[in-house]
């Protein structure tokens, strides 16, 4: 903004008459002439900082400073937001204001189960990994009876995705993902096909391999849906009825 210093100046002539748009346009040519050909958009707080001891030029110091500055204050904004990291268990006096409501703010993932149900079992552990990874989602539980009266034991489990306080979509059962042998990449991939995650670049090499961490959930998962099998056949279910 103008101090009334520059506005006498500017009335006697002395200062030329620049309008705030103007001003916006040089300070952008300036930017794109300094920054042309860099990235700076896509750098890192420790790229932007590398940046900052070897650039010589006092210009492209100011800009690389308030691309800094933007970057943290977009840093802080999201770790504001990472606050949760758990499953919580609801009831169903809660679930307005814990699911559609919070859905306001952030998504929400409420999983409607029933315990004796071996895929409710497995899904409730599988979002427990994936809430750990991305704290800013909210991921909460409800038994199903609770939630809905009467609720087929064949839709167990339920898992609702709320989002700006409506009912985004829902996916009933495992089916579609793989069943008993869905993993939390399955479970997040779906999740991210929905804008709910952004999944991170993946870390396996280039000859198309599969990461360690993909590797180990494989290998977990099949020790997993043999524990599930045995235990569910013990409670007295028959393998059909996890399949």
């Given amino acids: 903004m103008a101090t009334e210093w520059e506005d006498v100046l500017r009335d006697k002539g002395i200062l030329p008459e620049v309008t705030e748009s103007q001003i916006i346009d040089m300070m952008e040519e300036t930017i794109a002439s300094k920054t042309a050909g860099k990235s700076y958009e896509d750098k890192t707080l420790d790229e932007l900082d590398d940046e900052l001891d070897d650039v010589g030029d006092e210009d492209e110091e100011r800009i690389l400073q308030v691309m800094r500055q933007k970057r943290m204050e977009e840093v802080r904004a999201a770790q504001a937001k990472e606050k949760y990291g758990d499953v919580y268990p609801i009831s169903k006096p809660e679930f307005v204001r814990e699911v559609t409501e919070a859905s ?140």
């Fill in 104 to 243: 306001q703010e952030c998504a929400v993932v409420c999983l409607l189960y029933k315990d004796v149900v071996p895929e409710s079992k497995l899904v409730s552990s599988l979002l427990v990994t994936i809430a750990r990874r991305y704290r800013a989602v909210k991921f909460v539980k409800i038994v199903a009876a609770q939630a809905v009266p009467n609720f087929p034991d064949r839709n167990v489990p339920t898992l609702l995705i709320y989002q700006s306080g409506d009912l985004l979509t829902q996916l009933v059962t495992l089916r579609t993902l793989g069943g008993m042998s869905t993993s939390s990449k399955d479970l997040e991939r779906y999740l991210e096909k929905l804008g709910i995650i952004k999944i991170a670049p993946s870390n396996s090499k280039d000859t198309g391999g599969e990461s360690d961490d993909e590797e180990n959930e494989h290998r977990r998962r099949k020790l997993r849906v043999g524990y599930i099998a045995r235990t569910a056949n013990a409670d007295g279910y028959d393998d059909d009825d996890i399949n």
